[in-house]
């Protein structure tokens, strides 16, 4: 199947002749259904293609961002105002659609008050909650002499 280089459908012919019909423009004869039976062919400038599929594909590397996984840090002595600072801060990272790992850090003795980090970062949920969004991805967990969970941007509804 030969599709001409205006568009139109020039039928079912042997490649030796469409490529005869391609030369007779100057351009080169492209396949670009391999798979559909009968393989789908198009008269066009390669060179010029080629250009603009690397267009294309520059184009949306450029839009596409992966998202980053940003960190805070918690400590159990933390105070109120500085807890709102760092919920702020990891709003904005979930703003523009990173992840954020919270971690509440113990240190020496404070590990025999889990408990204490545990509140900790169910209050520090509750802040998030109160200002944007979002959604645990990881349930928190004890990493060593770490209490840590991962939180996403929600999913918007289309």
Not at 100 to 113: F, P, Q, S
Not at 116 to 142: C, D, M, N, R, Y
Request: net charge positive; with cysteine.
């Amino acid at each position: 199947m030969v599709i001409g280089p205006d568009g139109t459908n020039l039928g079912k012919m042997p490649s030796r002749k469409a490529n005869e019909i391609a030369a007779s423009y100057g351009l080169d004869l492209f396949c670009v259904a391999p798979q559909a039976n009968p393989p789908v062919c198009k008269i066009l400038n390669y060179g010029k293609y080629r250009f603009e599929e690397q267009k294309a594909e520059r184009q949306r590397r450029k839009n596409s961002k992966a998202a980053e996984l940003k960190e805070i840090q918690l400590h159990i002595s933390i105070g109120e105002h500085d807890l709102r600072t760092k919920a702020k801060k990891a709003v904005e990272f979930l703003g523009d659609g990173d992840k954020v790992n919270v971690r509440v850090i113990l240190k020496g003795r404070e590990m025999a008050h889990k408990e204490i980090g545990e509140e900790l970062f169910v209050k520090f949920k509750s802040v998030l909650e109160e200002s944007t969004a979002l959604t645990q991805e990881k349930a928190p967990s004890w990493e060593g002499k770490c209490y840590s969970g991962i939180f996403a941007p929600a999913k918007k509804k289309q």
